[in-house]
Structures are given as C-alpha cells and as structure tokens.
C-alpha cells in the first residue's frame, strides 16, 4: 500500500509516501509559511502519487472530534498566520481517508508501531524542542479526551537558582514548555541548546524540570515506557541527570520491574527522527481501516 503522511511543524513540513512495514518511499520537506503558501505546496505533491490514505500529525492545538463543525483545523495556535486554519480540508479533493492527529501522537504511534515501544500498550512520547508535547497511548489507544492532552504546558515547581525571570510562555509562569523548550533555553543562557552541550549547569536545569514532569506522567498515566524526542534527545549527556532527579523525586515510593531498570524506562527516540512522519502513516492507514 501506499499510506500518504504528513507531519506539520511549526518550522516545517514533512509529507512522504510509506509502505505498512516502516518503509518511507518518497519523501519531500518545505518550510512552514502561510497557510495559503505551505497547504497548496503539499496538496499538489500528493497530487500524482496514487496514495490510499492520508495521515497528518500536526502541531496543535487542533479540533479533533469528528462531529465539530471546525474538525481538522487548527485551531488557537499562537503559530503566526496559522490560527483557525482548516488542514484537513485542505486535502479532501485527493479522495482519499484522511486520519488527523496530534504530531506527538503521531510520534507514540510510530514508536509503538515500528520502534522502541512496538508491542507496548502504555507509552508517553514526550518531544522537547521548538515546543513542548506528549503523545499518549493508553491501553493501546491514542488519548484525545474533550481536545488532546497538552503535557508540555503542566505546571512545574521552579528551582530557586533557576536564573530565568518568569517563564517563556505567555499563559503561564512556570509551565515545562515554558521553562524547557529551546526558545526557553535561549532566552535563559543567551544561546540555543546545541550551543551549549558542555555545559553542565545547562543541562543539570534542564534535567531536575524534566525529571519532575516524568515523575508527574508516571503518577497520572502509569506508562510503560516514556521515549524522549526532539533536540533533547540528541543531548544524550542529559538522560543519566534525568534518571537521577526521577529516582530522587520518585522516591522509592513505587516499585515496579520498569522503574527499576531507568535505562529502559526513560529512553530516546529510536526511528532516527522518523517515528512522527512513519506514525501519520498509520494514522491514515487506521482511518482508511476504519472507513472499511
Ligand atoms: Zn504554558
């Protein structure tokens, strides 16, 4: 089968063509402009590819309940041009199923598919880079609920040395997007992430927010397993501090097999950055499936 895919960034767009094995056939990536400039550029790559479905992870927020009359858009993003934007629709003349989903939970299903978590039921896949999100799979099934989960915007307790004035999001003063993401870590130590690799202040920071919102998602949702991704995970230097501060703020209050073994508990990304745009794959291949 040919199973179209996209995965929507703020930065850019990702469409390819994937075969139900993990397989990525053709690929194509432009930059994310305006709608009216970016939609029609992938609308008409698709356009001669003979695809059976189409499955978009995007970046949110984005109205997901079928029934809605503004289904498939996206929605109140504080992306630039990008806000009350109908995606879906915007590929509906190719005539084919289209499954729409958040881009983390496009990433969990392509972990879970294809990668590291193939088989496991209970995943977080959390991405931390331009912003902070969660993919959720729980008993097997992506979380929406009333719109989708927004992980990256719980609240965190802010360490006093922290030298950051506030935070960087505008809805909240101490979020972990707002204090993790990369526009956080510019705006704290005057330089991107990947600038900063040797830094051990940096990263120790870093580590003590991210570890508290894992303890958080392990308390709440009780995963199997939570796979990091984005820019983090190509600092690897940071996993062995996030263990740490999990095992300090956990406590020893739960003992299973998973949180005694904190190397596979808290992993990274296993499909070479390709688990969002393998796992839109099979959102649209799931909707196909549906549709019968
Ligand atoms: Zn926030």
Redesign the pocket.
């Known amino acids: 089968m040919r199973l179209g895919a996209i995965e929507a960034g703020g930065t850019k767009m990702c469409c390819a063509i994937c075969d139900e094995n993990g397989n990525i056939l053709e690929r194509m990536t432009c930059p994310t402009l305006k709608p009216e400039e970016t939609l029609p550029v992938m609308r008409a790559w698709f356009e001669d590819k003979n695809i059976d479905c189409l499955g978009i992870a995007c970046f949110g927020p984005i109205d997901l309940h079928k029934d809605s009359e503004t289904y498939g858009y996206v929605t109140t993003t504080p992306k630039p041009y990008w806000g009350n934007t109908d995606f879906v629709g915007a590929f509906r003349s190719l005539g084919v199923p289209i499954g729409f989903d958040t881009d983390v939970n496009g990433s969990v299903t392509g972990e879970a598919t294809f990668g590291i978590a193939k088989g496991i039921k209970n995943v977080v896949y959390l991405t931390i880079g331009t912003g902070v999100g969660a993919g959720i799979l729980c008993e097997g099934n992506l979380v929406h609920g009333m719109l989708h989960p927004e992980g990256g915007?719980i609240l965190l307790t802010k360490r006093a040395d922290d030298p950051m004035e506030g935070s960087n999001?505008p809805?909240?003063p101490n979020?972990f997007?707002?204090l993790c993401a990369g526009p956080a870590i510019q705006k704290r130590w005057g330089k991107p992430g990947k600038e900063l690799g040797d830094r051990e202040d940096v990263w120790d920071l870093q580590a003590w927010y991210i570890a508290q919102a894992l303890v958080d998602y392990t308390m709440i949702l009780s995963p199997e397993m939570i796979i990091l991704g984005g820019g983090v995970s190509h600092q690897t230097q940071v996993l062995p501090m996030i263990r740490k501060y999990y095992a300090e703020f956990m406590n020893g209050y739960l003992k299973t097999k998973e949180l005694e073994d904190l190397d596979n508990y808290i992993v990274v990304q296993s499909l070479d950055d390709n688990q969002g745009i393998l796992g839109a794959a099979i959102i649209g291949l799931k909707e196909l499936q549906a549709q019968g």
Request: aromatic fraction near 14%.
């Open positions: 915007h999001c809805f909240h979020c997007e707002g």
